[in-house]
């Protein structure tokens, strides 16, 4: 499975940025797919993931900030950041579980700055 993300960049703080990410390859099933974070010098975390039968979870942090959803048929995976704030700056990591397979994309710089 290769995961492609897209949508990194720099904003302002209150700014909102998309992230997406499509999974190609050898999908048979796909049980979650999230979008993960790793800020210099801290531990990689989750931000937010969801079920492929729809259900969501959050990281307190993000909650009411950021949207997760999936388009099913496109196999993507897309997270909406909405007021961002200068501690949300990380690498963001899109992550496949599915199909015995637990995969990682190359990661996406996300920089919150005024």
């Known amino acids: ?3 492609q993300a897209s949508g990194g960049g720099l904003v ?3 700014g909102s940025l998309r992230l997406s990410c499509a999974a190609s390859g050898s999908i ?3 049980n979650a797919m999230g979008w993960y974070r ?3 010098g801290k531990q990689r975390e989750l931000v937010a993931r969801i079920v492929w039968g729809g259900m969501t979870n959050y990281a307190d942090a993000v909650k009411g900030r950021f949207t997760i959803s999936r388009d099913n048929a496109k196999n993507t995976v ?3 950041m909405n007021s961002l ?7 963001y990591y899109c992550n496949y579980q599915g199909g ?6 190359q ?3 996300v920089t919150v700055s005024s």
């Open 28 to 30: 048979f099933s796909i």
């Open 12 to 14: 302002r703080p209150g």
């Open 85 to 91: 704030r200068p501690e949300d700056t990380a690498v």
């Open 107 to 109: 990661g996406t710089l």
């Open 38 to 40: 790793q800020a210099p």
């Open 1 to 3: 499975v290769q995961l």
């Open 78 to 80: 897309t997270l909406q």
């Open 100 to 105: 015995g397979s637990n995969a990682w994309g």
